[in-house]
């Protein structure tokens, strides 16, 4: 077996990508997308008919300009779930970050449009960037049954919180703490103290240390390395070009990660209101960092995405 095959021994592989043809390439379980991810896609000529099918029906329903695009994010989603078994997830808009009933009545809009197509709510994630507002409007969806997938996840407080708050999923980013950490201190790291996977590997081992049934799903990988150091994860997601890179080696893929090790670990539970929250997250003037990073990036290709809409259609 190669070493993609070896890995979904263990792992749920989600594919990071809005291309309908990587996908079917792949043939992950699950996807994820992202206003970067559908730019990308959106100025594809192949995909102009769906871009081009949203904003007629949106006209149609005299949709406003927000809620046009998204529909456009609906309607990629919708095409991806013809070729995934399992779930999309969607992305609410970076602006509204730290505005929760915001954030709850977008979700509310991006349910009620899958299911206006026959995709029932079980079928989507609605992904929130993992703020203190994003985290209590996922604790409000939740408990109305529709499952939320917290992006932007740098820090074990994020991580604590979103359990808490019931969250299906988790995406703690670990190239994006890589990053931080290259940067911080000029070096390179082996994936084994890669500080993005130490991040992902505390987590798993609180989450099933103390019965925490969200899922954690690695993302944002910058090598190959991070991943096979992460098998075991309950899911990784994982963009075409490392895919690619799995898909053609067949070097043995060992198993790093176990929820019966990870029940033995030496870990204290740690107590998370808004104050434990904010202190904690200030602490870590990585994740403070590229929690922000992030949410300026998605909102600059969001932007884009508005401006291609507006001169192409």
Aim: aromatic fraction near 8%.
């Amino acid at each position: 077996m190669n070493q993609l095959e070896q890995l979904r021994q263990f792992t749920r592989i989600v594919a990071d990508t809005g291309d309908f043809a990587h996908l079917k390439e792949f043939s992950p379980e699950d996807a994820t997308t992202n206003p970067t991810l559908i730019m990308k896609a959106a100025t594809k000529p192949e995909y102009k008919s769906v871009v081009a099918k949203a904003i007629s029906d949106a006209k149609q329903a005299g949709m406003s300009h927000e809620d046009t695009l998204r529909l456009i994010l609906v309607y990629f989603g919708l095409e991806i779930l013809k070729i995934v078994p399992h779930r999309v997830s969607t992305e609410t808009s970076a602006e509204l970050s730290f505005d929760t009933p915001a954030l709850i009545e977008e979700a509310h809009f991006f349910i009620g449009t899958y299911a206006k197509h026959g995709i029932g709510r079980e079928r989507v994630l609605i992904k929130l960037a993992s703020t203190w507002e994003g985290i209590q409007a996922a604790k409000v969806l939740q408990k109305e049954g529709i499952n939320c997938n917290m992006t932007l996840l740098f820090s074990l407080a994020q991580a604590v919180a979103a359990a808490e708050a019931g969250a299906k999923l988790i995406s703690p980013f670990v190239g994006r703490i890589l990053d931080w950490y290259k940067t911080a201190n000029k070096r390179d790291y082996a994936p084994a103290e890669d500080p993005g996977v130490t991040s992902v590997k505390e987590i798993y081992a609180y989450y099933k240390k103390f019965g925490h049934p969200t899922e954690i799903m690695g993302a944002s990988f910058r090598n190959k390395g991070e991943i096979l150091e992460l098998a075991g994860c309950d899911l990784l997601t994982i963009s075409p070009e490392l895919l690619a890179e799995l898909k053609s080696s067949n070097e043995p893929v060992e198993r790093k990660l176990s929820p019966e090790e990870a029940r033995q670990s030496d870990v204290a539970r740690i107590s998370i209101d808004e104050k434990a929250f904010r202190w904690q997250l200030n602490e870590s003037a990585m994740a403070t960092e590229k929690l922000a990073q992030g949410i300026r990036s998605f909102r600059a290709d969001a932007i884009k995405l508005e401006e291609f809409v507006a001169k192409n259609f």
